[in-house]
């Protein structure tokens, strides 16, 4: 059986940092395009990060040159480093696996959250 495990998340001031994680069992990470997505209350699940089985990566423009999507092969854990956060970080953020097209692939894990304050 296949599942994430997102953690990491918690409460920063504008500017901080935080590195969430994804650990996964039932799927090897390092064979699979995995990606990062985030939601706020009333809003569609947006996807932010993506890094494929050859790490090539990708970013929503949002957070370019904020954020960092990575793995670690022998953990199977996908990461997402996060710097200057600012308030409109504030979301859910989950991870999964990914088609090609950004298209989710398994059940969707609970999420960490993640409070930007002003």
């Known amino acids: 059986q296949v599942r994430l495990v997102e953690s990491g998340g918690g409460l920063v001031q504008a500017g901080g940092s935080l590195t969430l994680s994804c650990a996964a069992s039932g799927i090897i990470v390092a064979r699979n395009a995995m990606g990062w997505f985030r939601q706020t209350p009333g809003k569609q699940r947006e996807l932010v990060a993506t890094?494929?089985?050859?790490?090539?990566?990708n970013y929503a423009e949002s957070v370019k040159g904020r954020f960092t999507i990575s793995r670690d092969s022998a953990r199977n854990t996908m990461y997402l480093q996060m710097n200057n956060l600012k308030p409109e970080d504030t979301a859910v953020y989950y991870c999964?696996?990914?088609?090609?097209?950004?298209?989710?692939?398994?059940?969707w894990g609970q999420g960490t959250q993640v409070t930007v304050s002003s």
């Open positions: 999964n696996a990914v088609t090609a097209e950004g298209k989710t692939r398994l059940s």
């Open positions: 890094i494929t089985s050859s790490r090539v990566t």
